[in-house]
Nanobody, 123 residues
């Protein structure tokens, strides 16, 4: 069983940067595709970035493309989300989760949702 804990959120001004981390416990982290998701108040949870199990392929929601970068370190069992040029509309609780492959991150996540980490972009 893989458990995931998100961290790294906070309050940042527009144009600023944050780096989120998602640490996994348990076995088999390296076989899963991983995704970062976010949920703003009153809105559904959306996938913002995904990465394959080996890290060779990534994809991004159009709203974050060119500003966010997902990466992973399988030796450390951690996936990261580097967020640059942050905008107020990026304000949300950010979560990570896993799937069997990158194509299933949007619809067939395997784990339960954790606490997430709050990102607030405001001046």
């Amino acid at each position: 069983q893989v458990q995931l804990v998100e961290s790294g959120g906070g309050l940042v001004q527009p144009g600023g940067s944050l780096r989120l981390s998602c640490a996994a416990s348990g076995s088999f982290f390296s076989i899963y595709a991983m995704g970062w998701y976010r949920q703003a108040p009153g809105k559904q949870r959306d996938l913002v970035a995904g990465i394959t199990s080996g890290g060779s392929m990534t994809n991004y929601a159009d709203s974050v493309k060119g500003r966010f970068t997902i990466s992973r370190d399988n030796a450390k069992r951690t996936v990261y989300l580097q967020m640059n040029s942050l905008k107020p509309e990026d304000t949300a609780v950010y979560y990570c989760n896993r799937a069997r492959n990158i194509g299933e991150l949007g619809s067939q996540v395997l784990g339960s949702w954790g606490q997430g980490t709050q990102v607030t972009v405001s001046s």
